[in-house]
């Protein structure tokens, strides 16, 4: 079974980041990297015990030895897996004040978890997509997670925003390179909130007014599933019923 | 089967029309509108003879008679099925002159093909798509089909990007209004060399450097099946090898 | 005096056009184009009035004829003005309504307005602008005035939206195509109420918010009088104190 | 002449940077940052020597603590000084690398010279700007200069992209939250190469192919002199014969 197709995502809590660990779990072994052990142990254990194949390594995404220790440890564990699919979900750096009130800190945490993240990410995860071009069943492919935060910088969202427009500069700098070389590079914009467990408190006025994970995760599937004569670069998602 | 539900295409030709029509006629009976019965007769006998159901119907999207006379006809064809999908794939318009070259009648077709098309097209099929929001297996769809003049005004292309610029405008608009009405309004740009009939003798240096019909067809239906939690209102698709 | 230099407005009631007129005609003998003299004649008598020189063509913008009829007497009238400034400033065509109530009168009326009488507009100012490279003052310029429906198709403002995503078409073909030769194609987006007669009555909690048509008039006259090395094609104004 | 309005120009070379200082120092007293003295040593003469009040003070505006002792001086020496103009035209970060070849240092010096310097930067500006709000000539403005990586990540601008975007990002973010306070944030894209001595020797086949610093000066004190009711936000400069 070594050679099954591999699947990393990082960033995995209880909303979307499992969700796209399940759905990709059909067809691939899936690596699950996140800071706490808790966010990933009970989805592993649910993966391995349905059929699956899954592990998780705790990794701080903006520490580039921690991200370095990772990807020794999967290629270590999955040598002769080709990497069909890395998919950038990161949940940190999140913050929401007026500008005068952000701390250097808070700045530099949503810069470090999103672009820094995903350019340590990227770098270790690129080569092993490349070498897996003609093994993978479907285009090799690398996903960002973008949000509403990508294409606006909104009052109060400096430091957030800061980040995500970085990460969305990342993603259109790498489609641009390794598009050509046949890596598929997306960035897909959550335009709205994600019905996860922290957000089930928020009663909204309409019914499926949340963005579903599972939908989500059938996103970035059907992503990975395009042949490269159509790759698509950007997808915005949101609730039909969100202003935009 | 007169309750299957429907697609309608506008703008069939041999290209990505024909590969929606044969796509979405998996599920639904179709009907194909194009100014030239040659577009669809091939296609209306292959669907037909191969289990689905289709009808094609002599419509210039241009004329807002032509338009109503089409939609009053598919509505006496089909009183009971809902209308499931509705594409616009508007052929006319495209012109790469000078400026100084374009006549008013190279600028008023760009217009007229595409946006006024897309305008009468979409207020016939928006009534059918509301009225469809409880029986379509789907969220009705309301896609229209853009290109790289749809989001860039490049030098000797005013004319048709005058038309596509406004024929996005639209469906940003329309989204806005229809999604919160459970309509799934989207706009696919599609950026480079369509592999069709009309370009196969255009040698390209590397494989796979243009778009498959086939493959935007797929993701036009990805677009259908989305759930209204996690609606896409854009998608840009190119060949890997596409500079952007 | 014959010999000054040229400016054409487009669009002139008693707002912004109005404004830059004026402005204009500081340095230049100024056209005011309009479709009811009675919005040119008391400013044309105003500038003549005040040591400038003006004068006032009837014209519809959106009809062929008419902007070829308001040229030709330009030409005639001023045979060797350098036409150094021409800016596109119609009012026509706004309208606000769901989308299935709008008449297709409505939605032709907005793309007569804005993209249509643009290109009649453009294409026989753009020779002009050519021809007065070498002698106009500062480089020959072509503006065309935006609004927020230039960038973003909201709801209810489908006709509106359409006719101002492709007049931005038209603009930024313009401007790729011309600038190389030296003329200097603008766009303006003006985001917010302008402080005109018709809006004096909407009154707003803060002091200052709405755009000052003067000052709308200078930043045109600032474009205008920009070198070659550094032409800005767009520029987005609005009151401090706007949503965006 | 302590009341006099002062400017503060971060990134202060022999470009855009000087050309900036010596337009804001017609009026104001101006103060230029920049990590080498030997940067602004040449030009606070010049200023000083001709009339104008400068000085200048090494930092370097990727490290917290050294915005803090400039800042810290600036108030010192200018106690009475309402802050009317601060400007970020920050040089650094700059690189051109295929991605897998691309440092973690080279990518951390991206974010840090733009987005982190502009953040240090702008957090010890704003309380200057907002308290110069009555006494300022012109509402204070705080200026960000961009590039095309601003709006673009093209191929093997991985780092620089990602550092102009989340500057951008801050910059609108700015702009939301102050603008509305009465102050001026605007960002500009410079999208071209710039005259300076750097690039002298690059022989382009057209003239003036090169955007004049002096010019851009122009351009951002005429953003400055924009009244309230009609801020610009961004404003895209660039040669007439540049593509884009």
Request: charged share 20%; glycine share 8%; no cysteine.
């Amino acid at each position: 079974m070594a050679s099954k197709g591999l699947a990393i995502i990082a960033g995995v809590g209880p909303g979307t980041g499992a969700s796209i660990a399940r759905r990709f779990a059909k067809l691939y072994s899936v690596v699950l990297l996140s800071r706490t052990p808790s966010n990933f142990e009970p989805l592993v254990q649910e993966i391995n015990s349905s059929g699956g194949q899954a592990i998780g390594i705790s990794t701080d995404v903006s520490d580039a030895n921690s991200v370095k220790s990772a990807f020794d440890e999967i290629e270590k564990q999955f040598p002769d897996s080709p990497l069909a699919a890395s998919i950038f979900n990161p949940g940190g750096g999140f913050v929401r004040k007026p500008f005068l009130e952000l701390t250097d800190e808070d700045y530099s945490k949503a810069l470090d978890s999103q672009a820094k993240g995903a350019f340590y990410f990227a770098q270790r995860a690129l080569p092993l997509l490349l070498k897996a071009k003609d093994s993978s069943p479907h285009p090799p492919t690398l996903i960002f997670t973008g949000a509403t935060a990508s294409i606006k910088g909104s009052a109060q969202f400096a430091a957030f925003a800061s980040g995500k427009f970085a990460l969305r500069a990342l993603a259109q700098s790498l489609a641009r390179e390794f598009g050509p070389q046949g890596i598929h590079v997306s960035h897909a914009i959550i335009d709205g909130i994600i019905d996860i467990p922290r957000t089930k408190q928020w009663v909204l006025p309409h019914e499926d007014a949340k963005l579903s994970p599972d939908s989500i995760a059938d996103s970035y599937w059907y992503l990975h599933t395009q042949p490269r004569t159509t790759f698509a670069f950007e997808l915005d998602l949101r609730p039909y019923i969100e202003k935009w």
